[in-house]
């Protein structure tokens, strides 16, 4: 594997970077949302992780609700198989190769879609898509809940939301533009909680419901 990849971004950026990227979440404070949106998700069933990295949400969600089915999934195989590393022991948990916008599952398999910090990194067209297969493989009543930077944040949430602010994928996070592109897709969206975080500028939180 090489650096270079034409249509998707490494966990870390960069492939050289990927062994440091479990410390940069933890130095970021991402443990206290992962619990945040493992909370606010009531998780049952059948449960999907799109762009699961090297599988911290995937694996902590499994160990907070160890009767539900979990399956992680990605587009980069190196931070795949870290997932797979830390998911060895625990049953009902599985990580498999796939993008957002092209996900191999059936129509309305499962109860819960869970994204973390995924969806800024991608572009206005490939957002569209995501949207539309989480809405295809979510059942009815299914929901879809999410946390990234964005929502209505402005310059005072901090040097990490300026620095934010300046890249062209994240103008699609801002506002009411992560609502609008899931109520486009035919899910109910809205916001549950948003915060100011010192190190990651503004975190906001999303439960989307298939009607």
Same mark, same amino acid.
């Given at each position: 594997?090489?650096?270079?990849?034409?249509?998707?971004?490494?966990?870390?950026?960069?492939?050289?970077?990927?062994?440091?990227?479990?410390?940069?979440?933890?130095?970021?404070?991402?443990?206290?949302?992962?619990?945040?949106?493992?909370?606010? &998700?009531? /998780?049952?069933?059948? !449960?999907?992780?799109? *762009?699961?990295? @090297?599988?911290?949400?995937?694996?902590?969600?499994?160990?907070?609700?160890?009767?539900?089915? /979990?399956?992680?999934?990605?587009?980069?195989?190196?931070?795949? $198989?870290?997932?797979?590393? +830390?998911?060895?022991?625990?049953?009902?948990?599985?990580?498999?190769? $796939?993008?957002?916008?092209?996900?191999?599952?059936?129509?309305?398999?499962?109860?819960?879609?869970?994204?973390?910090?995924?969806?800024?990194? /991608?572009?206005?067209?490939? +957002? !569209?898509?995501?949207?539309?297969?989480?809405?295809?493989?979510?059942?009815?009543?299914?929901? %879809?809940?999410?946390?990234?930077? *964005?929502?209505?944040?402005?310059?005072?949430?901090? !040097?990490?939301?300026?620095?934010? %602010?300046?890249?062209?994928?994240?103008?699609?996070?801002?506002?009411?533009?992560?609502?609008?592109? %899931?109520?486009?897709?035919?899910?109910?969206? @809205?916001?549950?909680?948003?915060?100011?975080?010192?190190?990651?500028?503004?975190?906001?939180?999303?439960? &989307?419901?298939? @009607?």
């Amino acid at each position: 594997m090489t650096d270079y990849h034409p249509d998707y971004l490494p966990a870390a950026g960069r492939d050289g970077f990927l062994p440091a990227y479990d410390q940069l979440t933890r130095a970021l404070g991402m443990g206290a949302a992962y619990n945040t949106l493992i909370s606010q &998700a009531e /998780l049952t069933g059948k !449960v999907l992780e799109i *762009g699961c990295g @090297t599988g911290n949400l995937t694996v902590r969600a499994k160990l907070a609700q160890p009767g539900v089915e /979990l399956i992680g999934c990605d587009p980069d195989p190196l931070a795949l $198989a870290r997932a797979r590393r +830390k998911a060895q022991g625990l049953t009902g948990i599985q990580f498999e190769r $796939a993008y957002a916008q092209r996900l191999p599952f059936a129509d309305g398999e499962f109860d819960r879609v869970l994204s973390s910090m995924m969806l800024h990194h /991608l572009d206005q067209d490939t +957002k !569209v898509a995501a949207a539309a297969e989480i809405a295809r493989v979510l059942r009815p009543g299914g929901r %879809l809940h999410l946390v990234d930077v *964005g929502g209505h944040m402005t310059r005072q949430d901090g !040097v990490v939301a300026r620095y934010m %602010l300046r890249g062209h994928h994240i103008n699609g996070n801002l506002g009411d533009a992560i609502p609008r592109l %899931l109520s486009d897709a035919g899910l109910d969206c @809205t916001q549950v909680a948003t915060q100011r975080r010192r190190r990651l500028g503004r975190l906001s939180y999303y439960r &989307a419901v298939r @009607t």
